[in-house]
């Protein structure tokens, strides 16, 4: 069925007010993907690309995209913002290619006289011959009333004359900016209501800012008092906390509004992740619609709804963007987040393995916050490796390492029937436990074997805290023996490979007697 709610357009001024976020500034390839990607792509209704007059680089790079912008057929869909300083930002703007102006007003009567040092028609003069410059040299305009939020608070007398005078040039759009991110819903709702009353053949764009965590739930508020443009960023991005999320407000207005909007969601994904790349923010894995994690389910009683029926589901599901659900693997796993798990990775195992394999997950849950899919394949070969008989177990081991320092290991084990302690000191934790448990097993005529080959490795795209899978080859009476241990700590792992060799060492000693 189609939307039957409003037409709203989108605007996404990441690659201008967006680069007021601290630490952000877009090289001229970077601009110019990111443009391409929004309208071509994303299908974004209008971009703001830059400030007029900022340098040379902002030059050449808005040029690039005002000329692949008129190949294509996009040119009055890229904006520019510019002052009220008569022909120096058109000039800058007609320079670069450019066919749209987005003329800062001051829409507060204390930014006008505190800031320009000017009255309201001191100030309308100087917008008259700006526009009238403008459209001399063939761009179109909009306007910004810039602080507009405090402005129609404090001095709402001032907002309306502006208007009045503003209504009789040659204007597209006018954008009602909360500057500060100071409005909350009811008073969006009640101000632009106020501006549709008064002002009914405008074309109202809203400009929302973050500050009070805000920003979608004021572009609904917008929208539904007949706010025909919504402005938003990329990822959040701006200045302070930042614009309203173009993720988050597309979803909103589509989901909850109906409204209906030409942005094509299957791409949001891949616009955050090249705009999180180019600026070095990076998304917090939390963040709607776009985060790492929102569509995995952690709790093991989720999975088990998911697999008796989708309970755990919603129309926000992630395949709308191009991504996938997931079921998180630790101490909260149940048989239900396992068995999704192992479906994705096309693996079959017994009940009885799948009972081992989840104790070993929520035992290294305890320590290790989540487990991936990719350590998945790690744990069950360590757990079905490990099905022969345990003739000797580790019960309990410290180990003590320091810079320039010998590694100190203390250990206990079960060696059949019986417990042994023991203490080994050497180059490193791993070579320190194998002195420990060799004072134990050579007084006993056990052949230790030696090591021939060490290897460590972690699962494909693993962090820091990944799990630690280590390989070990031994000679053994003139043949090779590989063994493997996994830990999420590289010295346990190691001290597993080896408990593993010793385990098969004394199975075929049994098997011999």
Known sequence: MPNLG??????????????QTQ????????????????????????IEVAS???????LEAVTRINDWAAEEGFLERVEVLGFTN???????????????????TKGSEKHCREQLRQSLSEHLEGIRRTVDYAKEQGLLVNVYLEDWSNGFADSPAYVYEMMESLRQLPINHYMLPDTLGVMSPEEVFAS????????????FDFHPHNDYGLGTANSMAAVKAGASTIHCTINCLGERAGNASLAEVCMVLRDKMDAQISVDETEIYTLSQMVENFSGKMVAENAPIVGADVFTQTAGIHADGDSKGDLYQ???????FNRSRSYALGKMSGKASLKKNLETLGISLSEEDQAKVLKRIVKLGDSKATITPEDLPFIIADILESK??????????????????????????????????????GNGGFDAFVVAIRKILDPRKFEFPELVDYQVRIPRGGTASALVECFIT??????????????????????GATLRMLNMKMNQDRAQE
């Open 52 to 58: 007029a007059g900022i340098s040379s680089g902002e």
């Open 86 to 104: 008569h022909k120096r930002s058109v000039d800058w703007i007609t320079s670069a290619g450019g066919k749209v102006l987005n003329l800062l």
């Open 314 to 320: 919603t129309n926000l599901s992630p395949d709308r």
């Open 6 to 19: 409003p037409k709203v357009e989108l605007v996404d001024v990441t690659l201008r007010d967006g680069e």
């Open 192 to 203: 632009i209501s106020d501006m549709k009353d008064r002002f009914p053949d405008c074309n």
């Open 474 to 495: 031994w000679q053994d009476q003139g043949r090779n023996v590989r063994t493997r241990g996994v830990s999420a700590n590289q010295v346990f792992a190691g001290i």
């Open 23 to 46: 630490g952000v500034s877009f090289s001229q390839a970077e601009k110019v993907s990111i443009a391409k990607a929004l309208l071509h792509s994303l299908k974004v209704d209008r």
């Open 388 to 425: 022969g008989d345990r003739h000797l177990e580790l019960l309990n081991c410290s180990i003590t390492s320091g810079l320039d320092l010998e590694s100190v290991v203390s250990i206990r084990v079960r060696i059949y029937d019986e417990i042994f302690k023991s203490t080994g000191a």
